[in-house]
C-alpha cells in the first residue's frame, strides 16, 4: 500500500516530491515516510524545521487518508492546529511515523462525522534520525465528509 | 535588504526555492515573504499545510537572522518549539510577515545570550491571503552564540 499513497502524494501535493519524501510504510495502522537531508538541509548542515513540521503533517494526514479509504469514506481532510517539538537536530536522512489504533477515539469520530458531517482527529508524528528520536509532531485534522458507508464498529 | 536575505535562503535553505519564496521586505524590525499556490498546492486545490508552516518559519527566523545580523552578533539560530493556527484555507499566492520590534524582550535576549552563550526568542508569523489572515504561526527560536560584540542599549 506505500506506492499508490506516495504516488498519490507526489502527484496531488507536489511539495511532497521537493521534499523527497518516500513512503515506506501505509497501512491503517501506520504509516511511516522517509525523506533524505540533501533537498532539506539549511544554513547549518541539519535540516530544515520547515521540511520537519512539512514530513510528519504528511505523515499524519495520511495515516488519516489511509483510515478513512479503508472505512469506504470520502472526505476533505485539512489540518487546523499543530505543535511541533523539535528535540535533535536532523543531520542524516530521517524517518517520520504515525500510529493509530485507538478504536474508541475512531469510532467516535466516525460517529462525529455521520451526525455533524465534520469531526476533528489528533494525530501524532515522531519523527527519527540515527536512532534517535529527533522531533515530536501533534497535529489536529477536520474531516468535512460525504458519507459513502458507515462501517459497523469492529 | 530584500534581496540579499532572499539570495541567503535559496542558496542555504534550498527547499525556499522549492517554495517560490520571494523576500518583500527585510528589516531588523520586520521580515515580509511572499509565496505562491502552485508549487503549494494541495489535493484539494488550498495551500499544503506544511508550506505555510515551512513559510511562517522561514519568516520568523528571516528576522531574527536580521536582528542578529544588525547587531553585530555571529550566533547559529535554531527552531526549538512551534505552534501554528490554520483559520483560513489558502486559495492563492499569500504573504507571511514578522514583526518585532520588543526592546525590552531584545535587551534580555541579548543578555543572556552574552552571559550564558544561549538565548531564547520567540516570535509569531501572520499568513495573509487575499487580504484575510489565514493562518497565525509562533516559534520558539534558540542562539547559541559566538560573540563578537554586545551593543549597548538602544
Not at 30 to 54: M, Q
Not at 120 to 126: I, Q
Amino acid at each position: 500500500m506505500a506506492e499508490p499513497l506516495e504516488r498519490y502524494l507526489h502527484t496531488r501535493i507536489p511539495l511532497s516530491a521537493a521534499l523527497g519524501v518516500r513512503v515506506l510504510e501505509a497501512t491503517p495502522e501506520c504509516v511511516r515516510l522517509t525523506a533524505p537531508l540533501d533537498p532539506n538541509i539549511n544554513h547549518i548542515g541539519t535540516v530544515f524545521g520547515g521540511s520537519a513540521a512539512a514530513v510528519a503533517i504528511l505523515t499524519a494526514w495520511g495515516l488519516l487518508h489511509m483510515r478513512l479509504a479503508a472505512a469506504g469514506l470520502q472526505t476533505q481532510t485539512l489540518i487546523q492546529r499543530s505543535r511541533m517539538d523539535y528535540l535533535q537536530p536532523i543531520r542524516a536522512d530521517f524517518e517520520a511515523e504515525c500510529h493509530f489504533a485507538d478504536a474508541v477515539s475512531w469510532q467516535r469520530f466516525l460517529t462525529m462525522l455521520q451526525r455533524h458531517g465534520r469531526a476533528r482527529l489528533t494525530l501524532g508524528t515522531d519523527l527519527r534520525c540515527l536512532g534517535r528520536t529527533a522531533g515530536r509532531f501533534e497535529g489536529a485534522f477536520v474531516a468535512l465528509g460525504t458519507m459513502l458507508a458507515i462501517p459497523d464498529p469492529p
